[in-house]
């Protein structure tokens, strides 16, 4: 991998809470790394996807949501959109939803201002967009704004234009070594998935407040132990009220959620694990710093 054309950089996705930057760095990777829901704030940490050839390792960051903190917790998850953006960008991809209004997105577009790195636009959703006026609408507002490279309008959901955004990222990569091992498609653990995958079904299967104030701590990891792999889970929530929901009456809620999430996990991980749950309150974890550095958020 140190030949003298080799290419390798780092190129985040930047975009407002379901722009759909999960869904496409999923169909980069052609895994399902990142958690995905049709609900906002799924993502609440940096993750990296590598992509690789013989002549090139793309590592692509999927980061979160970016929004007004109204808590600790979004602040730490606006820090890492700055870290990606600011420190580690080769290029930033500035994911637009084709179906939200421009104007949203304020707040990211004077963050981008400030990047050094090449910049390129994604128009994503257009297949619920008919109309192409629509997109060159939002074309021409992002580059009026930034110093948009080039442009391009895809479906994540549906891959389409996906194959030629992912060409153009690899052409746009500097001259370097691999900064991973060949064969390494992420920087996680497999426990950090464990956990995202579980918070991943909480966000699917509850409603209103209860995914966003829920934090999954793997408490227990063992594998390779034939048909004895095993999680051991604690679902922290903020509210005793909150404890019950999660539950459910007799058992039923949680039990749905044991079955969803350890066949996301066995999906991923490729072999059978027995997984428990249990619920525990932590109130107003959110806020506490002390509870979102042991969570491993990083808080300024």
Known sequence: MAEKHFKSGFAVLAGLPNAGKSTLLNKLAGGLL???????????????????????????????????????????????????????????????DASAPYDLNAGLVEKLKKVFCPIFLVINKTDLVPDDSRLKELEDSARKDLPVSRAFCISA?????????????IEAMPVSPAYFPPGQWTDRWERFYAAEFIREQIF????????????????KFTEDLGDKNYIRAIIHVERESQKPIIIGKGG???????????????????????LELTVTVTPDWR?????????????K
């Open 34 to 96: 990142s958690p995905v829901t049709s609900k906002p704030q799924t993502t609440r940490q940096n993750i990296l996807a590598i992509s690789e050839e013989d002549n090139y390792q793309v590592v692509f960051v999927d980061t979160p949501g970016f929004l007004q903190p109204r808590y600790k917790l979004q602040q730490t998850m606006v820090n890492a959109v700055d870290r990606a953006v600011g420190e580690e960008a080769d290029l930033v991809v500035f994911m637009l």
């Open 157 to 169: 959901a549906q891959g389409k234009g996906v194959d030629e955004l992912k060409q153009a990222v």
């Open 204 to 219: 699917l299967l509850y409603k209103k407040e209860i995914p966003y104030s829920t934090y999954v701590e793997v408490e």
């Open 252 to 274: 039923a809620a949680i039990a749905q959620l044991r079955k969803s999430a350890q066949k996301r996990i066995e999906e991923f991980l490729g072999r059978k694990y027995r």
């Open 287 to 299: 806020n506490n710093t002390q509870m979102l550095e042991r969570f491993g958020y990083i808080v």
